[in-house]
């Protein structure tokens, strides 16, 4: 078990390294909605990616106040299960990369997946986290429930 001051000094931590990724995030999507020149195919990767990273670090810098509080609880759950979306964004880039250097896809060809991609996102982290969220639980039953996050 950490002590206290070791708990208080990681959530400090936490909350700032949340902040300075929120701050990037805000800077992409405005970069990206004040330039059209970054509506590129591969730029909307980097745009959704930075949405869902705002959101889940929107969770992250709640931190411990979160615990106990039943509302405030279950958004922070709603709200960490949207970093995955950040992660497999990272991992559809890196696809897009793949076949487009390696397979030789032009532009047209890998454009076709960004469907896919957005689809699978939501289906991966937005679909099931409404799900948990909205699904009724007793106290910790079946549903979103509190965690601390190291």
Known sequence: MLSRDVTFASQILIRVSSALSILGCLFVIASYLYDKTYRTPANRLVFSTAIYCLIGNLGTIIGESGIGVKGLCELQGFFIQFLLGGVLYTGFMALNLLIKFKR???????????KFYHF??????VLPSSILLFYPSDVYGVGLRPSILP
Do not use: D, I, M
């Open 104 to 114: 030789k896809y032009t532009l047209q060809q890998v454009e076709k997946f960004e």
């Open 120 to 125: 699978a996102v939501f289906v991966g982290t």
